[in-house]
C-alpha cells in the first residue's frame, strides 16, 4: 500500500502535532519509559550478579586510583605545560613524594593515631557513664519530660552500636580476627595494586575520550567529546572539592582541639575530616565524641570544644568552601544526601561510591537531552 506526498505529510504533522510537540504526552511517555525501565532492571538483576562480583574483586583499587587521579592530574597536566616534561617522568617524580609522605606518615602518625583509638575505646565505658549520669540530671527538668524517654533510648541504642563494633572488629574472637584478617587482605592487594591502575591513568587517561569516540559516527563524534570533557569535569571537581575540603576540616579540628587540650584530639580530628562528606551531619556527628570527652575535663572544656566548632564552622563556610568547591558541580548539599542515601539503600557500598559521579553523568546527559529538546521542539518555538 502507497501513500502519496500529501497524505505523508499530514501523518507527519499529526504525529509531530500530537506526540513530539505536546507536552502532555511527552512528559508522559517519558515517565513510562523510565518507570519501564526500572521494572527491567528489578526483573533482570541478576545479570548485574557477576559485575557485583567484579566490583568486589577491583573495585577498591579502581575506585581508590580514580581518586588520587583527579587529585593528582592538575599537577601532572601543570607540570607537563609548564616544564614540558614526559609525563611518566612527572608521575614517577610525584609517586616519590607519594611515597616519602606514606612513610612518614606510617612512621610518625599511624602510631598516634592507633595509640588513641585503643586508648579511646578501653576508656569508653567511662566516658559513657559519665555522659549518662550528667544525662539524667539534665533531663530531670519538667520540660524536657515529653522527650526524656526518646533521648534515653537513643542514648542506649548508640552506647550498644559502640560496644557491638568494639566486640567485632577488636576482639580476638576468630571471627573478628577472620574479618580483621579479610579487611587487612583487601587492603594489601589495594595498596600494591592501585599505583599501577594510577600510574596508567595519570600517563594515558586523556586519551580515553578519543578512545570511546572512535566507536561512534564521525559526524557524532565532536558532540561526544563535548559530553565527555563535561561529564568528566562534573565528576573532577566534585571529588577533588570534596576530599580538599574534608582534608582541610580535619586539619583544622586537630589544630584545634590540640590546642584547647582535648584528650584524643587528634583522633577525632580525623573522624571529623570523612564524616563531614555527609552534608549538614558530617560535623555534627564529630562533635558527639567531642563532647563527651570533653565532659571529664569540667564545662570550661566544653565551652572551648564548643568554640573551636564555631570557628571551624565559620571557617569553612566563609573561606574554605567557596574557594576549594566554588568551581565544583552545582549540586545541592540536600540533593548529596537524599542520593547517598538512596544509592546506599539500594545498592549498599557500590551505590555509596558511585551514586553522586552516577549522577553527574546523568546529570549531563539530561541536561544535553533536553537542550537538544528545546532547539528542536515546536513547543518551545514563537
Not at 140 to 151: M, R
Amino acid at each position: 500500500m502507497r501513500f502519496n506526498k500529501k497524505e505523508v505529510d499530514q501523518q507527519k504533522t499529526w504525529l509531530e502535532r500530537w506526540v513530539f510537540n505536546n507536552r502532555l504526552v511527552s512528559v508522559l511517555l517519558v515517565i513510562i519509559l523510565l518507570l519501564l525501565t526500572i521494572y527491567l532492571l528489578h526483573k533482570t538483576s541478576f545479570i548485574f550478579e557477576p559485575i557485583k562480583a567484579l566490583f568486589s574483586a577491583v573495585g577498591a583499587p579502581v575506585i581508590t586510583a580514580g581518586i588520587f587521579y583527579y587529585l593528582l592530574i592538575p599537577s601532572v597536566n601543570w607540570a607537563h605545560d609548564k616544564f614540558h616534561l614526559s609525563k611518566q617522568l612527572i608521575v614517577l617524580i610525584i609517586f616519590l613524594f607519594v611515597a616519602l609522605f606514606l612513610v612518614l606518615f606510617v612512621v610518625y602518625i599511624a602510631p598516634i593515631i592507633r595509640d588513641n583509638f585503643i586508648v579511646f575505646f578501653k576508656h569508653w565505658p567511662d566516658y559513657y557513664s559519665h555522659w549518662s549520669k550528667r544525662l539524667q540530671v539534665w533531663l530531670s527538668y519538667p520540660g524536657l519530660k515529653p522527650i526524656k524517654n526518646w533521648v534515653l533510648d537513643t542514648n542506649n541504642n548508640f552506647n550498644k552500636t559502640i560496644i557491638n563494633w568494639s566486640k567485632n572488629y577488636l576482639t580476638n574472637g576468630i571471627a573478628g580476627v577472620g574479618k580483621i584478617t579479610r579487611v587487612i587482605t583487601m587492603i594489601v592487594i589495594t595498596l600494591i595494586t592501585f599505583p599501577f591502575i594510577l600510574y596508567y591513568m595519570l600517563k594515558d587517561g586523556d586519551q580515553l575520550p578519543r578512545y570511546i569516540s572512535q566507536f561512534f559516527p564521525a559526524r557524532t563524534r565532536p558532540s561526544l567529546l563535548e559530553v565527555l570533557h563535561e561529564i568528566n569535569k562534573q565528576i573532577s571537581d566534585y571529588l577533588r572539592g570534596q576530599i580538599l575540603t574534608a582534608v582541610a576540616v580535619s586539619i583544622m579540628f586537630m589544630i584545634g582541639f590540640s590546642i584547647i587540650g582535648l584528650p584524643y584530639g587528634i583522633w577525632i580530628g580525623l573522624l571529623a575530616g570523612p564524616l563531614n562528606l555527609i552534608p549538614y551531619l558530617g560535623s555534627f556527628l564529630a562533635m558527639v565524641p567531642a563532647i563527651i570527652i570533653a565532659l571529664f575535663g569540667g564545662i570550661h572544656l566544653v565551652i572551648a570544644v564548643l568554640i573551636v566548632f564555631v570557628i571551624e564552622q565559620t571557617l569553612e563556610s566563609r573561606l574554605i568552601h567557596p574557594k576549594i568547591m566554588g568551581a565544583s558541580m552545582n549540586i545541592h548539599p540536600i540533593t548529596v544526601l537524599v542520593i547517598l542515601l538512596g544509592a546506599g539503600e539500594m545498592f549498599g557500598l557500590l551505590g555509596v561510591a558511585f551514586g553522586i559521579p552516577a549522577y553527574a553523568v546523568l546529570k549531563v546527559l539530561i541536561g544535553r537531552s533536553y537542550h537538544w529538546w528545546r532547539e528542536n521542539s515546536e513547543l518551545f518555538k514563537g
